[in-house]
């Protein structure tokens, strides 16, 4: 049974840079085109894809967010981290990570998210 | 690549059929998925491969279309389906989601 689940603070400063971590278990991010990504839900609004990171390391970002974004792993610890810097009140919202099996496919399992408002 | 969807919120009533469209500004192929989104709930995958019910969804739901024009149809409206719905593009980097349909009880 796959699982995900996000941690991180829910409290940032403007200008700090923000740390979350997707725990997960129930696959292994070192199996043939398995993906974790990131999707965040300001308020009230649509979702948005972030980033995403595959079993052999590539990395993708989205391109309006990608100079403040940083995806990486660590397959020990079935964990993804994902770090957004320069925080600003508009980046508060629902932050969710998601399994993503490989290929054209979508995200077919997601943590419950975790809310992070910036606010000084 | 951008998504469109429409409408953008819909009232229903229970046993009604509905269908949502969304549009992409460029062919993707059938490289699409329909998520459901209830409040304070992370999304919940749907279809994929723009007509492909996922395991475990009821099979009122369906989807169609390739290229940029697709739908995803309730075919008979339950309590639990009041939900937004979202569509998301899978065929190549960005990989965003449409703006969301709210469906409302009539």
């Known amino acids: ?120 | 690549i951008q998504l469109t969807q429409s409408p953008s919120s819909l009232s229903a009533s229970v046993g009604d059929r509905v269908t949502i469209t969304c549009r992409a500004s460029q062919g993707i192929y059938s490289s699409l998925a329909w998520y459901q989104q209830k409040p304070g709930k992370a999304p919940r995958l749907l279809i994929y491969d723009a007509s492909t019910l996922q395991s475990g969804v009821p099979s009122r739901f369906s989807g169609s279309g390739s290229g940029t024009d697709f739908t995803l149809t309730i075919g008979s409206l339950q309590p639990e389906d009041f939900a937004t719905y979202y569509c998301q593009q899978l065929n190549s980097y960005p990989l965003p989601f449409g703006p969301g349909t709210k469906l409302h009880i009539k």
């Open chain 1, 1 to 120: 049974q796959i699982t995900l689940t996000e941690s991180g603070p829910t409290l940032v400063k403007p200008a700090q840079t923000l740390t979350l971590t997707c725990t997960f278990s129930g696959f292994s991010l070192i199996t043939d085109e398995v993906g974790v990504g990131w999707i965040r839900q300001s308020p009230g609004k649509a979702l948005e894809w972030l980033a995403l990171i595959y079993w052999h390391d590539e990395k993708r970002y989205t391109p309006s967010l990608q100079s403040r974004l940083t995806i990486v792993k660590d397959t020990s610890k079935n964990q993804v981290v994902l770090t957004m810097a320069n925080m600003d009140p508009m980046d508060t919202g629902t932050y969710y990570c998601a399994h993503r099996p490989g290929g054209f496919s979508p995200f077919d399992y997601w943590g419950q998210g975790t809310l992070v408002t910036v606010s000084s």
